[in-house]
């Protein structure tokens, strides 16, 4: 028997929603179970929403311990399957195999990584199949970021497979698009970068981005048409979701394939482009200016499992196998904090994490208590 601390967002019925710390007992592991001490979990944008839902953040109140929160009677409807119940935080984690079931005693002391969710924990439960098993040397820290690097790697995949030839992809300067620039310049694949200031084109320079286009520039959509042109772009991926800027990017292919057309046709280009959208940087409604991109376009949302689903077993052997190749080069990432799981209900340290500035990235050490 375990007990350690967890993380847990709740909202009640009257709109409440409180953030605590709540300890929580783990039963010794059976079969092919395992009992991980987490030693570290990434803070992700992903584990924002759950955290926080749609509450007003600016309604931040500290009670003792805990935070709360108010979420606008209008947004609860949204979260009606979770109102009442308290749930854990945190998509993905590494730690030690502390304890495991007689199927699975191999991995006793071994450091291990998982997308298990529930990670803002001090201890958690788990299959064997549902970890990898980290390299002799590498620490926890340097293991526990997977859901980027298999993202970058998947819209990489995706992008192959369906067959077009150069990506488009916004809010580059995260530390996906960060990945993904590495990958696309190993496999020879053009990338065009969208970023929003120029700091954040200096950052995608330095690793060598051949592509980045600040969306604050006034010649913006001229320098995106230029890009498209030089690269045959005709897949987008839109990690911001609201607004825009994913019709920006289709209506730009559809400029740069109606420019090379021979003759004019009513419906626009015969050329196949597609949107996909996996963020949601932006929660307000995602525009898109119909009439601008032509008649033959693909638009719709997209996330990692269903990609992992979707290659099968031999396929998400491969991409592990290499992500776990390259966790020290290709998606290494430098954590701006770690933090106990304490520390991530201190208001300034929610705020920073909140705020999902391009190159600050939060790390939970759960061991910190």
């Not at 990235?361 to 910190?368: A, Q």
Request: glycine share 10%; proline share 4%.
């Amino acid at each position: 028997m375990f007990t350690g601390s967890e993380l847990r967002t709740r909202i009640g019925s009257d709109g409440q929603l409180t953030l605590s710390i709540e300890q929580v007992e783990i039963s010794a592991p059976v079969e092919d179970e395992l009992v991980i001490r987490v030693e570290a979990a990434p803070i992700n944008p992903t584990d924002l929403g759950l955290l926080l839902g749609p509450a007003d953040f600016s309604s931040m109140a500290a009670q003792g311990s805990t935070l709360t929160f108010t979420v606008p009677h209008d947004r609860l409807a949204g979260v009606k399957g979770r109102l009442g119940l308290s749930l854990p935080v945190g998509l993905e984690g590494a730690g030690t195999v502390v304890a495991a079931g007689p199927q699975a005693k191999a991995l006793e002391g071994r450091v291990v990584t998982t997308m298990g969710r529930g990670m803002f924990t001090q201890y958690r439960k788990l299959r064997a199949n549902d970890v990898v098993t980290l390299p002799e040397g590498m620490s926890a820290a340097e293991g526990a970021s997977i859901v980027n690097p298999l993202t970058a790697l998947a819209i990489m995949e995706t992008a192959k497979r369906e067959g077009h030839r150069a990506i488009v992809h916004n809010a580059a300067a995260s530390n996906v698009g960060q990945m993904l620039n590495k990958i696309c310049a190993a496999d020879g694949v053009p990338l065009v970068n969208i970023v929003r200031s120029q700091e954040q084109v200096d950052i995608l320079r330095r690793i060598g981005a051949v592509h980045a286009i600040n969306s604050s520039d006034a010649d913006f959509l001229d320098q995106l048409d230029a890009a498209l042109a030089e690269t045959d772009a005709t897949i987008a991926f839109d990690a911001i979701g609201g607004g825009a800027m994913g019709s920006q990017m289709l209506e730009a292919m559809e400029r740069v394939a109606v420019a090379k057309m021979t003759q004019y046709v009513r419906t626009g280009s015969d050329v196949f482009k597609q949107l996909y959208v996996y963020g949601a940087l932006d929660f307000s409604t995602t525009v898109l200016n119909r009439p601008a991109v032509g008649y033959y376009w693909g638009m719709g949302g997209w996330i990692v499992f269903q990609v992992l689903r979707d290659i099968g077993p031999e396929g998400v052997d491969r991409l592990t196998q290499r992500m776990i190749d390259e966790f020290k080069t290709t998606f290494a990432i430098d954590y701006t904090r770690v933090i106990g799981l304490a520390e991530a209900l201190q208001p300034d340290v929610l705020r920073a994490c909140e705020r999902k500035a391009t190159g600050e990235k939060f790390l939970i050490d759960p061991s910190r208590g």
